[in-house]
Each structure stands twice: as C-alpha cells, then as structure tokens.
C-alpha cells in the first residue's frame, strides 16, 4: 500500500537554527499539504500545493517559513530561524483530487526547539 | 468564520457498546464533512467523508451522520473494542481548493 513518506522522523534544534522537512506524497497525488500539529489541538494547514502551485499558504510565517515543490512531486518545508514556540509535529498530507478528497497522511517529524 | 467544534472532554465507554462522538460545524454547510483517527504520534487516518446530500454513511462497524439542519456530524463506532481507542477529529472542506478546517479532536477509551 503506497503511504506518504517524511523525513526525519524527530528533530531537535537550538532557537536561531535553520531546519527543513522533507516529504514524499503518493505517487499520482496532485495535492499536498504541510501542516502543523500542537498537542491536543486539530492539524493547521501552513500551506497547500496543486502540483508545483501555492494554492493557499495564509497561514504560514512567511517571515521565516518557506515552501518548495519544484518539480510537483515531493516537497520541503523550512523554517529559519527556528524559534521555541515552533516546536510541534509537522505533518505532510496528499490527495488524489479529481473528486477523491480523502487526505493520507505521513508519520509526521516532530520538532523540537531548544 | 468556519468553525468545527468537537466534545473537548474525554469519552470513556465499555467494551461492546457503542460510542457516538459529535462534530458541529458554524455558518454554511460544507459540501463534505471528514472523519480520520489519530493514534499518539502518528498522522491522522481517514476514515469516512459524507458529502452534504448524504444523510448516513457505514464502513464496517462505523457510521457517519450528516444532519444540515441540526449543522452536526455524528460519528459512531458500534460493537467497540480496545483498539479503538485513539483521538478522533471531524472536518469540513473550505471553499474549492480542497483546504480542510479541522476539529480540535475527541479522545475515546474502550474499557475491556
């Protein structure tokens, strides 16, 4: 069964460090997600692709957050400098689209900031 | 602005039984409402989407509900077990690009 892969699974890093995420989404998926995971809370969305497209990134720290998906297939998302209240689980999401909305999520990376 | 709001407290049934988690949504319906389970430290897990002109859907022990009147989603898991102990979160599509507005999460515990 094909899953959406990340990488690294957990990171740690000190405040005023760069730090990227990498994510792999299902082969055919036009659509992929990035978002942020704070304990006990839903998952909000940083930023969203349609292929190699920002269809919606309203919610992410543009100040110090960044977003690639160059070739529309997997991504990378990073943040600098990393502050501590970035600390939380980053997840990668996609979805086939053309009327299949379900979204499979990967592991997710959980960031620590020190 | 679009809202999703679950039970914020902690469902704690007997094995067996069935357990019935509640999603309400503010302002326009959405075209489809989402169910996925949340294991610790995992990445949610879909589970059933109804669409707006659908009043119930079933996969195996579960059914989703879809009352626009009412603006609720019930989500029930029948014949409970252990393992179905997780978080739960419902949500609801945003405008047409597909973005999802998401719940905060229902934590449910089977007791055996």
């Known amino acids: 069964e094909a899953e959406v892969a990340q990488s690294p699974r957990y990171k740690i890093t000190e405040k005023s460090q760069a730090v990227a995420f990498w994510c792999d989404p299902i082969?055919?998926?036009?659509?992929l997600y990035w978002y942020r995971q704070i304990l006990g809370q839903g998952p909000e969305l940083l930023v969203q692709f349609q292929d190699e497209s920002v269809v919606d990134d309203s919610q992410l720290p543009k100040d110090r957050f960044s977003a690639e998906r160059l070739k529309g297939v997997d991504s990378t998302l990073k943040i600098q400098p990393a502050e501590l209240g970035d600390s939380a689980m980053y997840l990668c999401?996609?979805?086939?689209?053309?009327?299949?909305?379900?979204?499979?999520f990967g592991p997710g990376t959980r960031l620590t900031v020190t | 602005s679009q809202k999703i709001e679950q039970n914020s407290e902690a469902l704690n049934i007997q094995e067996g039984k069935t357990a019935t988690l509640t999603c309400n949504y503010t302002n326009y319906s959405p075209a489809y409402l989402q169910w996925y389970r949340q294991d610790p430290g995992r990445g949610p897990v879909f589970l059933l989407l109804i669409r707006e002109n659908e009043k119930e859907k079933r996969k195996e022990r579960l059914k989703v509900t879809f009352d626009t009147t009412l603006k609720q989603s019930l989500f029930h898991i029948t014949a409970s077990q252990p393992a179905d102990s997780a978080t739960y979160l419902c949500?609801?599509?945003?405008?047409?690009?597909?973005?999802?507005?998401w719940g905060l999460g229902t934590s449910l515990a089977v007791n055996p």
């Open positions: 082969s055919g998926h036009a659509t």
């Open positions: 999401a996609s979805s086939h689209g053309q009327g299949r909305e379900e979204q499979y």
């Open positions: 949500a609801r599509n945003a405008g047409n690009n597909r973005k999802l507005i």
